[in-house]
């Protein structure tokens, strides 16, 4: 695929194929500039200026588009991706005005997965033209990272198990001088037990590990991401279904994002001390699994019983966590695909967020509103707390009533971020189950871009 950072381009006068934006409540007075034959073109395509149509008109030797949008003077993130899915490769000016937003769209429209399959008819690169330069090079960066989150998820669990995901940040680490250090085997199992434990049935291609990278002046504000890294989940002897089984290999959904996150932090030079922490495993079937009713140690010194051996990724996350509060952080986000019950109660367009702090939610959700990337908040109630109690440890690791599932899942995390720190969880899918303009089937990014501009706000750009 083109690079996408030549997908949008300063304006210089050159030559390009005109679209015109317009609403449903414009489109007669627009048509009104049409000559009949044109206007006849648009009817046949059935054009009235709905969201996300796309219209093609011949003009002379040449075309020009017509795009339907909500509003043509307020765009959104996603009002041009249509027209980059849909027109023909060339390069084309929005009449009347700038892009703005849209150009985010414009980019994550044109994203093919093809590692393992070839499009049948690839279509060239649709080019589109703007004055904003100086704009663009965030936006470029932000379809970056949302694409490297797609790409770490569409990818099958073989090719994207804990070492390729180790392969991963190592990349990022060099990519921006950052240091890595990685935790396996007896380290593991002393240092972070509850990973160690998640992780030791799988084989030793997909063995177990903790990545933590750091960045940063020392003396900078310490910011703390870490990303649930199950890169497949078959819910251990708690075996899931087939159909359950199916789409875990996003469940290392994220790791990527924690990752994305922080490769625009560093990208862009953000006045922080970053530590990144990714704990890596595979909840896999053999004779070392973990089992229900065991007692698992923590790097907190907590005790933890396995009510269910598929709640794993707030185990890994417990022990990720911890590590994290040692730094003593102005601010923990972590990113996990952790429960059902924030899609049974959310639906896959909104990750669920918890928070400790209510001005530390708004301005998530704000950030969210103002990108196109809405979060939506969930409680993290302390009368629920007595649903992880235990009989024999300190905690239990699931609840057997059929309540409040985010939240529960939540407050366990809880539980192992340090007292006091500034936190932010987020419940995200990862997943898009039906495909929406700029926003293919397959893996997707939730919660990212607000998380960025809060961050970016937050501490300040360089």
Not at 78 to 106: H, I, N, S
Not at 305 to 330: C, F
Not at 423 to 448: I, M, S
């Given at each position: 695929m083109?690079?996408?950072?030549?997908?949008?381009?300063?304006?210089?006068?050159?030559?390009?194929?005109?679209i015109?934006?317009?609403?449903?409540a414009g489109f007669?007075?627009?048509a009104?500039?049409?000559?009949a034959?044109?206007?006849?073109?648009?009817?046949?395509?059935?054009?009235?200026?709905?969201?996300?149509q796309?219209?093609?008109?011949?003009?002379?030797?040449?075309?020009f588009?017509?795009?339907?949008?909500?509003?043509?003077?307020?765009?959104?993130?996603?009002?041009?991706?249509?027209?980059?899915?849909?027109?023909?490769?060339?390069t084309?000016?929005?009449?009347?005005?700038?892009?703005?937003?849209?150009?985010?769209?414009?980019l994550?429209?044109?994203?093919?997965?093809?590692?393992?399959?070839?499009?049948?008819?690839?279509?060239?690169p649709?080019?589109?033209?703007?004055?904003q330069?100086?704009?663009?090079?965030?936006?470029?960066?932000?379809?970056?990272?949302?694409?490297?989150?797609?790409?770490?998820?569409?990818?099958?669990?073989?090719?994207?198990g804990?070492?390729?995901?180790?392969?991963?940040?190592?990349?990022?680490?060099?990519?921006?001088?950052?240091?890595?250090?990685?935790?396996k085997?007896?380290?593991?199992?002393?240092?972070?037990?509850?990973?160690?434990?998640?992780?030791?049935?799988?084989?030793?291609?997909?063995?177990?590990?903790?990545?933590?990278?750091?960045?940063?002046?020392?003396d900078?504000?310490?910011?703390?991401?870490?990303?649930?890294?199950?890169?497949?989940?078959?819910?251990?002897?708690?075996?899931?279904?087939?159909?359950?089984?199916?789409?875990?290999?996003?469940?290392?959904?994220?790791a990527?994002?924690?990752?994305?996150?922080?490769?625009?932090?560093?990208?862009?030079?953000?006045?922080?001390?970053?530590?990144l922490?990714?704990?890596?495993?595979?909840?896999?079937?053999?004779?070392?699994?973990?089992?229900?009713?065991?007692?698992?140690?923590?790097r907190?010194?907590?005790?933890?019983?396995?009510?269910?051996?598929?709640?794993?990724?707030?185990?890994?996350?417990?022990?990720?966590?911890?590590?994290?509060?040692?730094?003593?952080?102005?601010?923990?986000?972590?990113?996990?695909?952790?429960t059902?019950?924030?899609r049974v109660?959310?639906?896959?367009?909104?990750?669920?967020m918890?928070?400790?702090k209510?001005?530390?939610?708004?301005?998530?959700?704000?950030?969210?509103?103002?990108?196109?990337?809405?979060?939506?908040?969930?409680?993290?109630?302390?009368?629920?707390?007595?649903?992880?109690?235990?009989d024999?440890?300190?905690i239990?690791?699931?609840?057997?009533?059929?309540?409040?599932?985010?939240?529960?899942?939540?407050?366990?995390?809880?539980?192992?971020?340090?007292?006091?720190?500034?936190?932010?969880?987020?419940?995200?899918?990862?997943w898009?189950?039906?495909?929406?303009?700029?926003?293919?089937?397959?893996?997707?990014?939730?919660?990212?871009?607000?998380?960025?501009h809060?961050?970016?706000?937050?501490?300040?750009?360089?």
């Amino acid at each position: 695929m083109t690079d996408i950072k030549d997908l949008i381009q300063p304006d210089r006068g050159q030559d390009a194929i005109a679209i015109h934006l317009v609403n449903k409540a414009g489109f007669d007075d627009f048509a009104k500039t049409l000559s009949a034959g044109q206007r006849a073109q648009l009817a046949a395509q059935k054009f009235d200026g709905s969201g996300y149509q796309v219209g093609i008109v011949p003009d002379g030797d040449s075309f020009f588009a017509v795009g339907g949008v909500a509003d043509p003077e307020e765009l959104s993130s996603w009002c041009l991706a249509k027209l980059a899915e849909d027109l023909p490769e060339g390069t084309y000016r929005v009449e009347g005005r700038q892009p703005g937003p849209a150009m985010f769209g414009w980019l994550t429209g044109q994203y093919k997965f093809t590692r393992y399959k070839d499009e049948d008819k690839p279509v060239g690169p649709r080019v589109l033209l703007t004055d904003q330069v100086g704009r663009l090079p965030g936006f470029v960066a932000e379809a970056e990272a949302e694409m490297w989150v797609r790409d770490l998820v569409n990818t099958p669990a073989e090719d994207m198990g804990p070492a390729a995901l180790e392969d991963e940040v190592e990349k990022l680490a060099k990519a921006h001088n950052a240091k890595l250090e990685v935790t396996k085997g007896d380290a593991l199992e002393q240092g972070y037990p509850m990973v160690h434990a998640v992780g030791r049935a799988a084989d030793r291609k997909h063995a177990p590990r903790l990545m933590h990278l750091t960045w940063g002046k020392e003396d900078d504000p310490v910011l703390a991401l870490v990303g649930k890294g199950v890169c497949f989940d078959s819910g251990g002897l708690d075996i899931k279904p087939a159909s359950g089984m199916r789409l875990m290999k996003k469940d290392m959904g994220g790791a990527a994002h924690a990752i994305a996150l922080a490769g625009l932090i560093m990208g862009a030079g953000l006045k922080v001390r970053l530590h990144l922490l990714i704990p890596a495993v595979e909840n896999a079937i053999s004779g070392p699994s973990f089992r229900p009713g065991d007692i698992l140690s923590t790097r907190k010194g907590l005790t933890v019983e396995i009510h269910n051996t598929d709640a794993e990724g707030r185990l890994i996350l417990g022990d990720a966590l911890t590590r994290a509060s040692e730094e003593e952080p102005e601010l923990i986000v972590d990113f996990a695909t952790l429960t059902g019950a924030a899609r049974v109660a959310l639906g896959p367009d909104y990750a669920a967020m918890m928070t400790r702090k209510d001005e530390t939610a708004q301005a998530m959700i704000d950030a969210g509103r103002e990108n196109d990337d809405e979060p939506w908040r969930l409680p993290l109630p302390d009368s629920y707390r007595e649903y992880l109690s235990s009989d024999i440890a300190d905690i239990s690791n699931a609840h057997t009533n059929p309540y409040a599932g985010a939240s529960v899942a939540g407050l366990f995390l809880d539980r192992f971020v340090g007292e006091g720190i500034d936190w932010v969880h987020f419940d995200t899918f990862a997943w898009r189950p039906f495909a929406k303009p700029g926003r293919p089937k397959g893996g997707g990014a939730y919660g990212l871009r607000a998380s960025w501009h809060m961050l970016k706000a937050r501490f300040g750009s360089p």
